[in-house]
């Protein structure tokens, strides 16, 4: 016989769930967690024996790009350039990653704070504009859940 426990953050479809798979549907963030299934026997001694234990992460994903904005419209040589990239509402929150002409920018110059808006994060990169960005200056602005880069 097949014993349905109730679980947190999830239903568990009966029609499709057997001995041998149980299929989780209506997934909520309160699903996330340690898994295990259970096969006991009654006849003719008592006997449990638990399977191997699977964390599962219920996530969400961003359903927009990260956005760019600028502290001001000009800059010139000299100038201490402040940009920030703001990474849509995901869980869980995702990791900002500045890139300067494609290179990844040195985690200093870089100050990251969580908006109000939950699940999402805001990067500020704070860069003095020298003579070697004249000609090319070229800002990437990567979010993404780590972990989860699939």
């Known amino acids: 016989p097949f014993r ?3 679980t947190t ?3 568990i ?3 499709l769930s057997d001995r ?3 299929l989780l549907t209506n997934l909520h963030f309160d699903a996330s967690g340690i898994y295990t299934c259970e096969v006991s026997t009654e ?3 008592i006997y449990t024996k638990p399977s191997e234990e699977l964390e599962i992460t219920v996530i969400r994903n961003q359903l927009e790009n990260p956005r760019i904005t600028f502290r001001k419209p000009e800059y010139t040589v000299g100038d201490w350039l402040q940009v920030n990239c703001t990474s849509a509402s995901a869980r869980p929150t995702p990791y900002v990653t500045w890139l300067l002409n ?3 920018v040195d985690e200093s110059l ?3 704070f969580t908006e109000q808006q939950p699940s999402s994060v805001t990067a500020q ?3 003095q504009l020298t003579e070697e960005y004249v000609d090319s200056l070229e800002l990437t602005c990567l979010a993404t859940i780590p972990k989860f880069l699939g």
């Open 4 to 6: 349905n426990y109730t």
């Open 9 to 11: 953050g999830s239903v």
């Open 13 to 15: 479809d009966l029609s």
């Open 20 to 22: 041998h798979q149980v």
């Open 43 to 45: 006849k003719p001694i």
């Open 102 to 104: 494609g290179n990844k």
């Open 110 to 112: 870089i100050r990251s």
């Open 125 to 127: 990169l704070t860069l």
